[in-house]
């Protein structure tokens, strides 16, 4: 008799332990990914320059562009400015198009367009034309990626 109740108590634990351990499955060792940080896919903020086609930035020059709602500001890594032009983008169906302004006596406006891809900015301009590019050539394509804080 006292070996029947032992025997009860030892199943009845056993169950128990089974019951806590299916509980606890999905929580032990799964937890729930992380949810991934936005990605972007506006302009304004501040993005840093990585490579001009197959053409990567070396490590020790910095340079970024700032998109405000109206400017682009691209600086270096000392903060000094190379140069800040509006700028204006659309959409032309295919493409979204950006164009930033220049003293047209000095030099035509450039315009090209631009893309967000896997969290990068990607943006091929045509210079002197004053009108996109007529196809997507890679080795005209810059690449950013947010800048670090």
């Known amino acids: 008799m006292i070996a029947d109740f032992t025997h009860r108590v030892v199943d009845g634990a056993r169950a128990g332990l089974c019951i806590v351990i299916v509980l606890l499955a999905p929580r032990v060792g799964h937890a729930e990914p992380p949810t ?7 302009l304004p903020g501040r993005w840093q320059v990585l490579s001009v086609g197959e053409k990567k930035v070396p490590p020790n020059v910095s340079i970024f562009w700032t998109f405000d709602e109206k400017d682009v ?5 000392n903060g ?8 204006a983008t659309c959409a032309d169906g295919e493409h979204q198009v950006i164009r930033i302004d220049y003293d047209a006596e ?3 406006d450039r315009v090209g367009w631009y893309e ?3 969290g990068k900015l990607h943006i091929q301009l ?4 004053g009108k996109p590019p ?3 050539n890679e080795d005209e394509v810059m690449i950013f990626e947010p800048a670090p804080k």
């Open 126 to 129: 045509s210079l002197g034309t």
């Open 106 to 108: 000095m030099e035509p």
């Open 80 to 87: 000094d400015v190379a140069s800040k032009r509006p700028y």
């Open 36 to 42: 991934p940080p936005a990605l972007p896919d506006s």
């Open 116 to 118: 967000f891809k896997d």
């Open 134 to 136: 007529t196809e997507r």
């Open 73 to 77: 500001t691209v600086t270096v890594a």
